[in-house]
């Protein structure tokens, strides 16, 4: 295989050379913040939106970060390495002048009995610092995440400390009831690209939104849920800490499939 | 200058290549623990208790850290870059195997000033995640801290959401009052090496020790307050928030002197 490549700053390099040094401060403290994206057929999906959290959660920390021309150094990582579809990561890390790096894995994608059956999902209770802000802070994310795999599940939902169901480590989570579609509030968390076009779909589908936390002790009554990621579109639930959970499956599929489509307007 | 080193997994390597690739799942989620020591002519202070600390941080977290020779692995960078009084760093990385760390710095020391006058302190919300554990996952620190340097202050206190005051960014914190030295209880900080001596210290000066956490409406009120870590040893507080605070400045310097003595045991 060919060597893979990365932007770090504008400039193309090989993709081992993408380090930073444990000696600087922001790198110890990480002092830094991120996306990960879709490339589809050498198009970013949603790069607006992206670059547009991107600048919030770095505002919101006080990251200093210039102007950047993002289209420009993507197309041209993107041509280096010919990629066609693919997952994205740009990451930034603060100081007195901003490091910026883009780099690639092959695209995320899940089988697709995954979509089918629906997916496990574990329970964790832990609060995100910062939640609407996509910093690398992410070692609760990571413990919840392992947690769940140990455990033979896909996802970990992390639950506040007033039993309140907010989100996934590295998904928001929503639920369907009495034909509503019921999402934590915005300045409850991590506000996704994604989500953006599963409220879009809900309404679409005829749905109520109601920006309303689900609560620890309604996860096992009768409402379809489901997560969105940039990766995983919409996945539906089927079992929650090893209990089965109802799922309205082709509903869910419904607003995966609407996402899907509008990622290529 | 000569070339710095530092040891990775036991080898010398010159510093500028003590990296990590931003494309590691723990080096994006900051699955790692450090510790901070201070080695005063060529010896490292309380390096037992330093390792200790390491092993209990990378066991909370279920990071496996393997056998490591520590003294060994610091004496060889001690010798090689001929390293007398010095700030040491050992950091680690988990993932499917450990990678470790050690780099150094100046000694970090302050100017006699900041003990015969005291220091400036502010108060900042929020809450470390894994209170007991020395993770890198440091971001509320860093923030606290800047906030705290764009006041004009030396170090900032974290208030928890019952209004405690339990300890700073990077030292341990206390109140002597009526005789009797409080500081918050283990289980609800980052329990410094130091801090062992500080309560010692405390004892032998006839002190009665109370692990009970100052309240933020105490912060006024005419307690002596001080703030302990490896770099600092025991260092008095004379303003909270921009407020001046009475402080018996002798009888800190008297509990500096004890640390500071018996780190040459």
Redesign the interface.
Known sequence: MNQKH?IKNGRLIL??N??????Q???????SV?EALRVIDRHVVHLDDHIARLNSSASQ??LNLPPVPWQEWIDRLIRRDRLSDATM?I?VYGGLSATV?I?W?SLLTYPDNFYEKGVDVTTYH?ER??PTCK?????????AL?DAHSKGAFEALLVDRQNQVLEGTRSNFYMIRDNTLYSAPDELILSGVTRISVLRAAKELGLTVSFTPVRLDELWSSGTMFLSSTSMAAMPISAVDGRTVPCDIPLVLKIRDLVRLWEAE
């Open positions: 990365a993709e081992e993408a380090t930073v040094p444990v000696t401060r922001e790198v110890q403290s990480n002092f991120y920390i006080g990561r990451l790096f780099t894995e832990g610092f910062l910093t690398s802070n992410l070692l609760l994310s990571y413990l392992n």
